[in-house]
């Protein structure tokens, strides 16, 4: 599919969707959220897809967020007054990164401020880069933060460290982002692609039937208690031990060769 400031690529089992308006630090412009949203339904709908990785073009920025331009002038579709919370191109974005059951990376090459900091707070994983910087400068700015981030920010990071982002707007540095948990590592920029592949990679080869019910499994943590999380374990095993899968892992041990999993 062509979009205008949204790329997809499809290769080995890996999805990658692009944000491509680095001239603008890949803000968000025009129909660019839909176009994202579009991109994310299309990978996690695509069964030949395992793994959905998210980055920024240039090595500027990964996204700054909404275009400041846009804003000013009252043109960006995130101000309609008329969309409700629920049908928003952006939660539905969010929405969509983590109903779907393969996990997601972004790959965070340069700034992620404002909405572009909470799309990468939105993934299962974060990779950045050492130029890599995070913003929550929505108070500087008189907004709220949006793209889920009161929800992603402080179950990564804590209350009173989500607080202190939060109400100050300061921008931090990859080093500090790793220290607080917002992000898994930080390598150097000439590394976070073939550091992001190698771990896609990984990921694409394990069986998707157990990886969606440990997702599913995880964005539940905060919900259940011992007693039903053992009860969702349970139901899991159950039918991962009646899935073709389940026989593929154990026998490509015994024969000592990878398997080769089908998702059913």
Known sequence: MQWEYVLLDKKDKIATITLNRPDKYNAFAGNMRNEILEAVENAGADPGIRVIVITGAGDKAFCTGGDV??????????????????????????????????????????????????????CDIRI????????????RRGAFPDWGGIHFLPRLVGYAKAAELLFSGEVIDAREALEIGMVNKVVPPE???????????????????????????????????????????????DVCLKSEDFMEGFKSFLEKREPVFKGR
């Open 128 to 139: 950045a880069s050492e130029k890599a910087r995070f913003g929550q400068v929505f108070t």
């Open 69 to 122: 331009n846009e804003f000013v002038a009252g043109e960006t579709k995130a101000l309609a007054s008329n969309v409700s919370h629920e049908r928003h191109t952006m939660c539905k974005t969010v929405l969509a990164i983590n109903s779907i059951e393969k996990p997601v990376i972004a790959a965070v090459n340069g700034v992620a401020a404002g909405g572009g900091c909470n799309l990468a707070l939105s």
């Open 191 to 237: 590394e976070l692609l073939p550091v992001t592949y190698k771990m896609a990679e990984r990921m694409a080869k394990n069986a998707p039937i157990p990886i969606a019910f440990v997702k599913r499994g995880l964005q539940n943590f905060y919900k259940t208690d011992l007693p039903q999380a053992l009860d969702y374990e349970a139901y899991v095993l």
